[in-house]
Structures are given as structure tokens and as C-alpha cells.
């Protein structure tokens, strides 16, 4: 029997933010993400008034940050109090960061069971992080005999349909690696650096620059997807959602070219 699986949207659980809670946030990114910036202590205090004021976002990251003790000291129970308010808030990734605690016992006793229960329960909810956690498991990590590839592929399609660069990367490499669907993989190789995924965006330049995954090469096309890289590489936060339609992609000389519409590769008529 083939796994199903009903991938749920993670938009539909996650709640509005209030304004100025995000401006402080997009601060705090950007500060993060800014290289040779030092100032770790004041991206912890954005990121700490950001969260006072329900930002889930902010109370992620700035779990993240007490646990590698960025900006502020170490303090695992701290990173554990956050990660309850976000699931009493009913937020996805709350879910996913406390699989995260009780598989490292971190904060809580290791207990490796309830971290599968709460990592599925993140997937359930259309968690990106999780999706890819347990397509991974089942795709990759399992002994050959015992791999289940339609549950990772399941789970890494869904991971792709939540707008989320690191799920349409993964997804890719899955479309790439097993599938050998080569115009699909490229598909969601270019959506994913749409996302701003700098390792996509390398990837897929490098395709049409070097002639892989048997792909004509076409310097000039692959050209401007290097120039997308590039563009990320000074801006981490940029993003390019219209990139498909932008740079549509060549077709593949035997496989054709994939329609997201009709789930199939087309060749040119």
C-alpha cells in the first residue's frame, strides 16, 4: 500500500504579527545576517523585544540563541520556556524545537520517543524543519533494506510546498539523487534559490555552466543565475520569488522541461 500522507500548510497555523514586533525583528535579522557585525548582545535584545510582543519568529530565534549562548549566557531552560510559548501559542516550529530538546536533553531529560512524537506532530502541521528531518530518516538514514522511499518522498514534497528554501532544496536533491527527474530537480533548484538559498543558487548555476544532470550547457543562461548567487552572497535576506518566470528554465534535451501545473515534463511542441 502506498503511504499516504496529508500535507498540511504551515501558514494555517501560524499567527499574524503585530508590526512593530517585526520591525524589530527584520532589525535583528539583518544585523545577524550583516557580516563582520559583532554586536551580538543588542541582536539578542531585538530579538528579546521582538518576542516580548509575540513575535514567534523572534522567540525561535532567540531560542536558538540561548542554547549556543550567542549574545546572551547559555541557558538551556530559558530556550525551554520559549519553545513552550510557542507551542501554547500552537506555532509549528515549537513543535519541531522540542523534538529538538528532548533528543539532545537539553533543557529537559533526553527522551528520544517523545522527540519522535514531537517531531511528527511538527510535520502533521506542515513544519519545514521537521519535514525534512524525517525524509531524511526514511530516505537516507535507514539501512538500504529498510529505506521507505515513497515516506520521504512524501515528506519532502511537503516540505517543498510550505515556500520554504531549505524544502525545496531537499526536495530537489531528492528529485536529483533517486528520481533522477532531472527538469523537476532544476525546477525546484531555481525556486529554491529564489528563496534565497545560496547553495541552490550555486547548484544551478553551475549546471548550466558546466553542462550537468544532461543539460546543454548555456553560459549565458547560467550566467544569470551565478549573478542571482551573487546577489545573495551580499545580501543573505534577498529573495527573487518571481524567478521561474524571470529565468524560465531550458528545456532538458531528452526529458523536456517540467509544468508544475501538470505535475509532468513537457517537451517543446
Not at 516580548?52 to 532567540?62: I, R
Not at 546577489?231 to 531528452?254: F, V
Not at 526529458?255 to 517543446?268: F, V
Request: proline share 6%; aromatic share 12%.
Amino acid at each position: 500500500m502506498a503511504f499516504e500522507f496529508e500535507c498540511a500548510r504551515q501558514a494555517d497555523y501560524l499567527p499574524p504579527l503585530d508590526k512593530d514586533a517585526d520591525e524589530l525583528f527584520m532589525q535583528a535579522r539583518r544585523a545577524e545576517v550583516t557580516p563582520g557585525n559583532t554586536d551580538e548582545e543588542n541582536i539578542s535584545g531585538l530579538y528579546q523585544l521582538a518576542a516580548d510582543k509575540g513575535h514567534w519568529k523572534a522567540m525561535h530565534n532567540l531560542s536558538r540563541r540561548y542554547l549556543d549562548g550567542i549574545g546572551v549566557p547559555t541557558d538551556s531552560g530559558k530556550a525551554l520556556d520559549l519553545t513552550e510559548k510557542l507551542i501554547e501559542m500552537n506555532v509549528p516550529i515549537g513543535y519541531y524545537n522540542m523534538a529538538v530538546l528532548l533528543e539532545r536533553g537539553r533543557g529537559v531529560y533526553q527522551d528520544r520517543k517523545a522527540a519522535w512524537q514531537y517531531l511528527h506532530k511538527a510535520a502533521s502541521m506542515g513544519e519545514p524543519n521537521a519535514l525534512v528531518r524525517l525524509g531524511k530518516h526514511y530516505g537516507y538514514d535507514l539501512p538500504g533494506e529498510d529505506q521507505e522511499d515513497d515516506k520521504a518522498a512524501a515528506y519532502y514534497a511537503c516540505a517543498a510546498q510550505q515556500n520554504s528554501a531549505l524544502g525545496l532544496h531537499e526536495y530537489a536533491a531528492w528529485l536529483q539523487v533517486v528520481d533522477e527527474n532531472y527538469p523537476k530537480a532544476a525546477h525546484y533548484y531555481l525556486l529554491a534559490a529564489g528563496g534565497g538559498d545560496q547553495r541552490a543558487a550555486l547548484f544551478i548555476s553551475g549546471v548550466f555552466l558546466d553542462g550537468e544532470m544532461g543539460f546543454d550547457k548555456d553560459e549565458e543562461y547560467g550566467n544569470k543565475l551565478y549573478s542571482v548567487r551573487d546577489r545573495l552572497r551580499k545580501d543573505p535576506l534577498y529573495k527573487l520569488p518571481n524567478i521561474a518566470t524571470r529565468y524560465p528554465l531550458p528545456y532538458h534535451p531528452t526529458l523536456g522541461r517540467y509544468n508544475p501545473e501538470t505535475d509532468q515534463n513537457e517537451m517543446p511542441e
